[in-house]
């Protein structure tokens, strides 16, 4: 029976809004959880790598709930920032920030407001469409008062703590936003970009230093050459000139002649004319050892103190002069390129060094070039004052209490140690318009500053009832000052990861209850982008607000790319949504297809593997389908057979592996380790071992129903729609359910073993078939299980369960000397070293029922995958410890058993054609009657007929109308088997 998921799911859904299962299931628990929701824009479309993330939350939030904790899950959503700035300065045909305050702040911020809450409700519809249960309806919004008053107090605690302050420091600044970018907020393009190589002329000399830049336009802001004291420098004569470049760079200068060879100590101090006419200082040529390499260039660096962070701290180390001649908007202030875009002045620069004749030679590079995350735009790096956060004192605390965080996986927190040792001070001030207020207030005839930390703290100083926070009406409300004059707010806003950084304590709405309760997250769940930025800022202000870390685990996940590696992009045409997945296979293989995966490595994604992921729950469903159809309600006494207590022992076994995994934070290990219990354990072996049973057996129907329920409380997490739609429990959802308990003392570890063997020596026995084309309805005579005493006392103890799997006649043992054990020497010789030999000669004395997954040789332990394990001289298929060998011989019995197998198929087949459940009868036409009396009700039983009719030698179909007002559908078919040949009919009563 094929799954259909569309109408299941659509069903589930339309069930759970109408019972309010999400309300019902949200008010269960006892034990507190706080699971914190990084917050997303509202896009308004949800792509795989939110459904990824979304289903990864949903999941663990279930599970959780069924484990009994009462979980707090608001969702929330960032409001603020400049890419809602440019998408509604794109809608109104702004081009810069001068038509935003030509057009209304006012009106502007309102628009803003608007765009960031239009998509709300159409996401949180996409969210609920695939299953997430997370407090939907009462989303957090950065850009609440709640939020702004949080920021309001940690800047407050900053100051408190010493750690804000306004410095001159270079920072990247994008021409498009006109604001400065946060080193947390850049995105590296590879793109191309012209380099030049300009001469430099000692003052006083007729020689040349040659230096080599890719950005043109820093040129006016030139005030040194940088050096490396311990590099060795040479004069060369180069097409008449007389040019100095590092001795290791000077092949690069072709057919030049070396006049003289010095150390880089002799050039530190010397003067060099200005490169350009602008420039009014004296450059000089000052030492570093750091920032000289040999890895690009001539080892003679140009430096601008205002264009650069290496240059800066070059210039403070020789007191050299800042100098930053370009505004935020990415023009020159000053010098005869003023007005000008730097990137457009690029060119006339060039030109301008060509004119002097100092441009030496110019080539085009790829590099990477940092951009902004916002708009894409090019960076520039300015020096300009702003308001930071002294991150680089509180570097300590951040590294010590990253280390009391549980990351899945652990690198992740190596990576994040890796980001916290080199981040600097944060910049957390914005020259733009839609964000937290920085509340600054500043006098404006004194200069003196008040921080501002609360919306009490503010209408107490300036008298005046303070109703909104944002700009413009913010700026507004004005303090008095003790010199007379009026402090105004400065105009900035903060840097928008502020908001999110303050989420796990901004969210509850204010409640001193709430955050007592709840506080600090016990679980977030985001993509690896966020060690540079949400985890990032959080940690930051929490240390500064709390002195600790705001959360307790973290789990990283990677992203989603196609099926070869690429990111998904419209303009390459390889973008799959997750409706493109859904229409085709339903939302459960949605999910099962992404949380199946390893999540912290990026996942390529197929529609191969949403096929698979379907087919595995298309067997579940057919599991829960035959149980369905034919479980007996009997209340007999259940007498377990071995098969019976092995599922019974599997159950526990995986309940108590799911326990582990889920506590080691390893969502797909438990899933696969659920998912395969279900397919290869329950489906393939149990349902195949018992389903001549179940119709007799009460056992086996109480067995599969304390299966099937259990492991389907263990489904509901990652396949919720499937799982509720199974549920045959006495509750209205699966999700009132609690999780199963371990029940140890049912587990049996010897017989699980055992098992395993068997069913790898069915496998072997199958491949063996495949081999000879022998289809597995088809019963064989005889195998033979080649090993070592162990595997005589798996056969002993499984042997009618192989015989059952593997369609046998008869099944026997034999012990093998075949098998050979060797040491895998790539694996030992890196374990054991120099002791490599001992360990070799005494796996050399292994024997086969030694092997096993782990191995004490003495002082010794090695693992399975140690030894390389073959079979000599063997004719059929080998498995871990032995081979098997197949009969293939046929008698008369066999002839007409596997007829029969064959004439059993073609009437399903036939059957499942017409959508037939129960046959009325079914009419066979065959000489030989005493094999239908033999098989008749084998038959009758196999293909659910009510009644066989014969029609000897001829086709013809007794009809029996038994006096009803009937019409009648007859179906006829061929099928033989060697020299036996049958034809059947069916037919059935319509009305």
């Not at 069924?66 to 920032?81: A, E, N, P, W």
């Not at 003679?300 to 650069?308: Q, S």
């Not at 005494?842 to 002082?859: C, F, T, W």
Request: net charge neutral; hydrophobic share 35%; aromatic share 10%.
């Amino acid at each position: 029976m094929l799954y259909n998921p569309k109408e299941v799911e659509e069903k589930i859904l339309k069930k759970w809004e109408e019972e309010e299962t999400y309300k019902k299931v949200r008010e269960r628990g006892k034990e507190k959880f706080y699971f914190c929701d990084g917050p997303p824009y509202a896009s308004g479309f949800l792509h795989l790598g939110q459904t990824l993330n979304y289903s990864l939350k949903d999941s663990w939030i279930r599970v959780l709930r069924l484990k009994g904790y009462k979980v707090f899950d608001r969702q929330g959503y960032d409001t603020h920032g400049t890419p809602i700035e440019v998408k509604v300065e794109k809608a109104l045909g702004f081009t810069s920030k001068k038509d935003i305050e030509r057009g209304g702040l006012k009106n502007f911020i309102s628009k803003c407001k608007e765009f960031a809450t239009k998509n709300i409700s159409k996401q949180k519809e996409q969210l609920k469409d695939i299953g997430v249960w997370m407090d939907l309806e009462n989303p957090y919004l950065t850009f609440s008062d709640d939020f702004i008053l949080a920021i309001w107090r940690t800047f407050k605690k900053a100051e408190e703590k010493g750690l804000l302050y306004k410095g001159v420091y270079p920072v990247y600044s994008c021409p498009r936003c006109e604001t400065v970018v946060a080193y947390n907020e850049i995105e590296y393009k590879n793109i191309e970009d012209i380099a030049i190589y300009v001469l430099i002329k000692l003052r006083g000399k007729d020689e040349y230093l040659v230096i080599w830049t890719t950005t043109p336009w820093t040129l006016p802001a030139n005030v040194a050459v940088v050096v490396n004291p311990n590099f060795r420098y040479v004069e060369l004569d180069y097409n008449n000139k007389k040019i100095i470049v590092a001795k290791e760079l000077s092949k690069k200068f072709e057919n030049s002649q070396i006049i003289k060879e010095f150390s880089g100590r002799e050039l530190v101090g010397l003067e060099y004319e200005p490169i350009l006419e602008d420039n009014k200082i004296t450059p000089i040529i000052v030492p570093s050892e750091k920032f000289v390499t040999l890895e690009e260039g001539t080892g003679l660096v140009h430096c601008a103190p205002g264009h650069g962070k290496e240059d800066f701290e070059i210039g403070k180390e020789n007191n050299l002069k800042v100098v930053c001649p370009v505004g935020l908007d990415g023009r020159f202030k000053e010098t005869k390129y003023k007005d000008k875009l730097v990137f457009d002045a690029n060119k006339e620069i060039v030109d301008e060094l060509r004119e002097k004749g100092v441009l030496l030679k110019e080539e085009k590079i790829k590099h990477d070039y940092p951009t902004c995350w916002r708009c894409h735009t090019k960076l520039i790096t300015l020096t300009i004052p702003e308001y930071f956060f002294g991150a680089t004192k509180i570097r300590d605390k951040l590294l010590e209490e990253n280390e009391k965080i549980y990351w899945k996986p652990n690198w992740a927190k190596e990576r994040f140690k890796d980001w916290l040792k080199s981040i600097g001070d944060w910049p957390v001030s914005r020259q733009r318009y839609w964000g937290t207020p920085v509340p600054i207030w500043e006098c404006n005839k004194c200069g003196k500053i008040e921080v501002i930390g609360s919306r009490e703290e503010l209408e107490q100083k300036s008298k005046r009832k303070v109703t909104e926070l944002h700009r413009p009406e913010i700026d507004e409300i004005e303090i008095p000052c003790d010199c007379g004059g009026r402090k105004k707010r400065i105009p900035d806003v903060f840097d928008v990861w502020l908001d999110s950084g303050v989420a796990s304590w901004a969210n509850f709405d204010n409640s001193k209850e709430l955050f007592e309760k709840f506080w600090p997250a016990d679980l977030e769940i985001e993509g690896s982008d966020q060690i540079r930025g949400w985890w990032n800022s959080q940690l930051i202000l929490s240390v500064i607000a709390f002195d600790r870390r705001p959360f307790e685990t973290i789990i990283y996940h990677g992203m989603i790319l196609d099926n070869v590696g690429k990111k998904m992009s419209k303009s390459i045409g390889n973008v799959v949504m997750p409706g493109d997945i859904i229409s085709k296979y339903g939302r459960d293989v949605l999910r099962l297809t992404l949380l199946s995966e390893v999540p912290w490595k990026d996942i390529f994604f197929s529609f191969d593997l949403a096929k698979t992921a379907f087919n595995k729950l298309n067997i579940i469903y057919n599991c829960f389908q035959y149980f369905k159809n034919y479980k007996k309600s009997e209340n007999y006494p259940i007498k377990l057979q071995t098969e019976d207590k092995w599922i019974i022992s599997r159950l526990n076994s995986v309940i108590e592996k799911s326990d582990e995994y889920l506590s080691k934070k390893e969502l797909h290990n438990y899933i696969r380790e659920v998912v395969d219990f279900l397919v290869e354990d329950v489906s393939r072996v149990y349902i195949k071992l018992v389903r001549d049973k179940i119709l007799v057996s009460s056992s086996v129907s109480k067995v599969l129903d304390e299966v099937l329920q259990k492991v389907n409380i263990l489904i509901s997490p990652f396949a919720p729609f499937l799982s509720e739609s199974l549920y045959f429990g006495n509750k209205n959802s699966v999700f009132l359910e609690n999780w199963p308990k371990v029940e140890k003392e049912k587990i049996n570890s010897e017989l699980e073993e055992k098992f395993e063997i068997a069913k790898e020596i069915s496998k072997a026995m199958n491949s063996e078939r495949q081999k000879h084309s022998v289809r597995l309805r088809l019963p064989i005579k005889k195998a033979t299980v080649f090993g070592s005493t162990k595997i005589k006392e798996v056969i002993d103890e499984t042997k009618e369960i192989i015989k059952s799997l593997s369609n046998l006649k008869e099944i026997e043992f034999k012990e093998s000397e075949k098998v050979e054990i060797k040491p895998n020497f790539a694996k030992i010789g890196k374990k054991f070293g120099a002791r490599t030999s001992e360990v070799a000669k005494l796996i050399s004395k292994m024997k086969p029922e030694d092997l096993k997954d782990e191995i004490e040789l003495g002082e010794f332990k090695i693992k399975r995958d140690d030894l390389v394990v073959r079979q000599r001289g063997v004719e059929g298929t080998i498995f871990s410890k032995g081979y098997v060998t197949l009969d293939l011989t046929e008698d008369k019995e066999l002839k007409e058993e596997r007829f029969l197998r064959e004439l059993i198929r073609e009437i399903q087949k036939a059957r499942q054609e017409e959508k037939l459940n129960v046959l009325d009868r079914i009419t066979l036409f065959l000489e030989d009657k005493e094999f239908i009396k033999k098989f008749e009700d084998e038959l009758k039983k196999e293909v659910r007929a009510e009644k066989i009719v014969y029609g000897l030698g001829e086709k013809t179909i007794i009809r029996e109308a038994n006096g009803a007002p009937f019409a009648k559908q007859m179906r006829e078919l061929e099928a033989s088997y060697k020299d036996l040949n049958l034809a059947f009919g069916f037919e059935r009563y319509v009305l």
